[in-house]
């Protein structure tokens, strides 16, 4: 029917297009390899076209590829030679299908919805049989496969990919308990499938995924356990099936009877669940399409999106289920940058509140609720992160006004669960949600709870069980006391915010709102216009910049009659320099003896809002001079500061004066970090920045630490070069409050910019700031890790700017994973290689982990062979015979300090293969030197046949060295020919070495008039045996 295509190719065979569709790339390559392979064999028997492709792929890497990928192509729709190609293929490629798995890989993520349905079913049918052969990396595929099958989907296509895959899973069952994450992963996947094959016509695939999940979670739960609380979830869903019902039970009462390890349901509750699990339950078209509206859509212009994703994959009854998975997404995989949060890019919160209104069905919205509130239950800010959390405020914050039944069914389920989720947990539950709640307004995402809990919206009931149940957040915090009127007006402006986008929507032209181009990601940090400061709350909009005037009428009726003269003088006046002589009256009038104490606070209240406008704009001026600082504090307000350092702490106006400010702290935060500038500012205030300490007692905080890190978060939010400006002298006048923990830090290099940073770099160096002291260093850089990129790098350099050791952060390697720490292990490598190597960090970097694409240990390794190699030779020896000792007889003596390196004996040697095997095509002879091969002669004479197998090339090397019997000769240490031990040590470690030898023939071994000969030489590694 369709028209023959007028320009050439016809339709190809791999991916369904249309005449209109470009060529795939990806097919026209196949193609052309499929090419090449039926050239070579055109024609021929079976045993000469074996013969004529084997010869080809000798050629080189490119033919080698080429022939893998044609027999693959052919595999995939030529049915009929599937069975031969795959045996073809298993004959000639020389590198372990590693072409092939990454090519299916790529067609997983990125064609699979195109493809013909005969190389679908080929597809498929080649993953099972990698399974079959136990291909290494098979098992990967086989996860990027179970990605495909679509949650809340029962189409037929559907439908027939989770059962090939569930009787891959079945058949090949001891191949996957192999795997701990393939174990993980497939019950995440088919407990999740359960909840959609209820119907009768899918009662057997049921029953079937049923016995797979039992199976697996009763004989490798451990295994599960890694899921974390979202395995809780899952099974809470699907617990009324009989077998599950059974299992559910036991995870209750009887943990043990799962496994030794597992202690309760608390155990797994608390376990925070990995993004890999969230991300595996959305297809990779539907993890594009969310990932480009939560970074590329512009607030307001997302309806049409929205509209097709709903089209797509949520318009059917059975995809309901969909949006619990789309929620747990959102909330712990899709954490935007600080500079996508402060732009005009579509919230997460909106995303939710969509998904929410769009439930038709109570399960699902029940369901759902508990998806976007399942982080709070057992939420602890030192494990998990505040984007978990922030989307469930947020959409109750925003939909108040426009969906105010989102809002009070959202307050009604969070109320409700604290009792309901698991009466014998009750306590922790609270204690999760109260966490959420503090750490939400620690972290500034809202100022305000209590016009969100004590709203007029809400009925009567809601808000008397939301005071029942958050009594502390239902009033206003102090600071400041008008926390009430401010949180309701910042509310009105956002809600009036959204209600100007709805309309915008349809106003607005679709044609204008965003090309076509397709979804195209690199990751959260993808550049934005940025137009507003980085933060970790969203920001519609900036604060409104029109100038009201100052109404004081509620108050300035309380005070008496001078004070109420003078307040009235400074309302009419515009004048700076009357005013601050008007102010100066006030202060002198407040610090009489007859002065009525009870004004106080009214007095601060007219005060706050008559120099409202002193607080908005930038404090610190442009061009930074002594005139220009003395002019920036000489405002009204400042009198009260300058009057304070004029006094002694002994005077009674000294404690006065306190009272007054910590009022207008009430009423006005920002005044805190308005005080800290004055004190580093001014010349009056010269050396009394102890007076903030005075101050932040004096206010209803009463404690120096929470009042800075406050101050210093209103000043981060409002003027990031006060920042700056204020941080040296924070640090120096500060530094049990500020060198203790990296919450200071993490404000600064959350928002600075690489000028900024540079700045505070040349303080540092120069001396005027020290943000960093050794006892606290480790931790505050292990803290980092968590941070985002650009922070963890600008802690790092700062870091580095320091003078201090790196051996003391050098056990922060213990916590870095080369996959999720990056930055840090960058910027220990580029150190590292500037170190000469001791024997503290030489054991750390041969106690990471060996992977295959980790290669920070083997390039610092290789490193120091070319620049210390005697160094490193010496202190590998000494570790490669103490740990070859240790578990034979020293295990108990291990020292505190090995819980952090857990330095293993198998560990250095395959790190020594690593390396090895990294030099062999070099001239570097550092495993030519006597100690490394006396250390591998030592191993080898002790270790078991396993190990000699395994690193049969590595000790081969250390035979070749028997040959001397007692002499080495002078060849061997000529090499490292700048080494001093050349000269001087050559013949005694030899010696030594034959007296180890020897004492393990025979125990009478160590007489002292031998010992004084061998610790004067040094040879420290065999010595230190009795360390």
């Not at 320091?802 to 996959?819: D, V």
Request: charged share 25%; glycine share 4%; net charge negative.
């Amino acid at each position: 029917m369709e028209p023959s295509p007028a320009k050439g190719k016809p339709q190809g065979r791999l991916l369904v297009s249309t005449t209109l569709d470009a060529k795939d790339e990806l097919e026209e390559r196949l193609e052309r390899c499929v090419g090449i392979v039926t050239s070579l064999t055109n024609g021929l028997s079976e045993r000469e076209a074996n013969d004529a492709i084997t010869a080809n792929v000798c050629k080189g890497p490119q033919q080698h590829e080429e022939v893998c990928l044609g027999l693959f192509a052919l595999l995939l729709t030529e049915p009929p030679q599937a069975q031969r190609c795959y045996r073809d293929l298993t004959l000639v490629n020389r590198d372990g299908m590693n072409v092939i798995l990454i090519k299916i890989n790529q067609i997983l993520m990125e064609k699979f919805l195109k493809l013909q349905d005969v190389c679908r079913t080929q597809l498929v049918w080649l993953v099972r049989e990698l399974v079959k052969s136990g291909v290494i990396g098979a098992d990967g595929v086989l996860m990027t496969l179970m990605k495909q099958i679509a949650g809340g989907d029962i189409t037929s296509k559907n439908l027939w990919l989770a059962e090939n895959v569930l009787d891959i899973l079945l058949d090949q069952r001891e191949w996957v308990l192999k795997s701990g994450m393939l174990i993980a992963m497939s019950v995440y996947t088919y407990l999740r499938l359960i909840v959609d094959h209820g119907t009768p016509a899918l009662l057997v695939l049921r029953q079937k995924e049923v016995d797979l999940c039992i199976g697996l979670l009763r004989e490798k739960f451990m295994e599960c356990f890694i899921i974390g609380r979202d395995l809780v979830r899952l099974l809470q869903i699907v617990a009324r099936i009989p077998e599950m019902e059974l299992l559910w039970k036991d995870l209750l009462h009887n943990p043990q009877a799962l496994s030794p390890q597992f202690t309760g349901l608390l155990q797994l509750l608390t376990a925070r669940t990995s993004r890999k699990f969230l991300a595996c339950r959305l297809t990779p078209d539907m993890e594009t399409k969310l990932l480009f509206m939560t970074s590329r859509v512009r607030f307001g212009q997302q309806k049409r999106y929205q509209d097709w994703f709903q089209r797509q994959y949520l318009s059917t009854a059975e995809s309901q289920s969909l949006r619990c998975d789309l929620i747990r997404y959102i909330c712990g995989v899709v954490h935007p940058s600080n500079e996508v949060l402060s732009s005009d890019i579509l919230p997460r919160w909106a995303i939710i509140g969509w998904l929410l209104t769009t439930c038709t069905s109570n399960v699902a919205a029940s369901n759902a609720k508990l998806a976007l509130f399942y982080d709070w239950l057992f939420f602890s800010p030192e494990k998990d992160s505040i984007m978990n959390i922030e989307p469930a405020i947020l959409v109750m914050h925003h939909s108040m006004k426009p969906h105010p039944a989102i809002t009070a069914t959202l307050l009604d389920f969070m109320c409700r669960i604290i009792p309901h989720f698991f009466p014998p947990l009750e306590g922790q539950v609270r204690q999760g949600v109260f966490n959420s709640l503090t750490f939400i307004m620690e972290k500034r995402v809202l100022a305000h709870l209590a016009p969100l809990f004590d709203n007029p919206k809400l009925d009567r009931e809601l808000r008397s069980m939301l005071r029942e149940r958050f009594a502390e957040f239902c009033s206003s915090p102090s600071p400041p006391t008008e926390g009430r009127d401010e949180g309701a007006n910042e509310m009105k402006m956002e809600e009036s915010v959204s209600l100007e986008m709805d309309n915008h929507v349809l106003l607005d032209k679709e044609d204008g709102c965003y090309d076509n181009t397709e979804a195209a990601f690199s990751d959260d940090e993808e550049e934005v216009n940025n137009k507003g400061e980085a933060e970790f709350r969203f920001h519609p909009i900036k604060e409104a910049v029109i100038e009201e005037p100052a109404d004081i009428t509620p108050y300035v009726d309380q005070l008496d009659d001078t004070m109420k003269e003078k307040v009235l003088q400074l309302q009419k006046g515009s004048d700076t320099e009357a005013h601050c002589e008007v102010m100066q009256e006030i202060v002198d009038l407040v610090l009489e003896e007859d002065f009525d104490s009870e004004q106080m606070s009214t007095l601060a209240s007219c005060l706050a809002e008559l120099f409202k406008g002193h607080f908005r704009g930038d404090v610190l001026p442009d061009d930074i001079t002594e005139e220009s600082l003395e002019e920036s504090v000489c405002k009204p307000v400042c009198l009260v500061f300058r009057n304070l350092c004029q006094m002694q702490e002994d005077n009674s106006g000294f404690s006065v004066l306190l009272e007054m400010l910590a009022e207008l702290y009430q009423k006005q935060p920002k005044i805190g970090y308005h005080l800290l500038y004055y004190l580093r500012a001014s010349k009056a205030a010269m050396g009394k920045m102890s007076l903030y300490e005075s101050f932040a007692q004096a206010t209803a905080l009463g404690d120096l630490h929470t009042c800075l890190m406050m101050d210093m978060k209103a000043c981060q939010e409002d003027d990031i070069r006060l920042l700056c400006y204020l941080t040296p002298s924070i640090y120096t006048e500060f530094p049990d409050e500020t060198l203790r923990s990296g919450e200071l830090l993490n404000m600064i290099v959350a928002v600075i910019d690489s000028t900024q940073l540079q700045e505070l770099m040349c303080h540092v160096m120069i001396g005027n700031l020290v943000m960093f002291r050794k006892d606290s260093v480790l931790n505050i850089l292990i803290q980092s890790l968590e941070w985002e990129t650009f922070e963890q790098y600008s802690a790092w350099q700062l870091f580095l700017a320091h003078s201090i050791p790196l051996e003391t952060i050098i056990p922060i390697l213990q916590h870095l994973k080369y996959k999720e720490h990056p930055e840090a292990l960058s910027c220990l490598l580029l150190q590292l290689r500037r170190e000469k190597p001791s024997g503290e960090m030489v054991k750390m970097v041969l106690s990471r982990p060996c992977h295959p694409e980790d290669q920070f240990t083997t390039s610092i390794l290789r490193h120091w062979a070319a620049k210390h190699d005697d160094v490193l030779g010496e202190h590998i020896k000494a570790l490669l015979i103490k740990n070859n000792n240790m578990p034979r007889k020293r295990q108990s003596l291990r020292s505190s300090s090995s819980k952090l390196a857990q330095l293993t004996l198998e560990q250095i040697l395959e790190h020594m293969d690593n390396l090895r095997l990294n030099l062999s095509n070099t001239k570097n002879s550092f495993f030519t030197q006597t100690p490394i091969l006396q250390a591998l002669q030592h191993v080898q004479a002790s270790c078991d046949e396993a190990h000699k197998m395994r690193f049969s090339d590595l000790f081969s090397l250390a035979e070749e060295y028997e040959e001397p019997s007692s002499k080495p000769p002078k060849s061997r240490r000529k090499a490292p020919a700048s080494s001093p031990r050349s000269r001087k040590g050559a013949v005694t470690p030899v010696s030594n070495e034959e007296e180890s030898v020897s004492s393990s023939a025979s125990e009478e071994e160590d007489s002292k008039p031998k010992a004084p000969k061998r610790k004067r030489k040094g040879s420290s590694a065999v010595a230190s045996d009795s360390d």
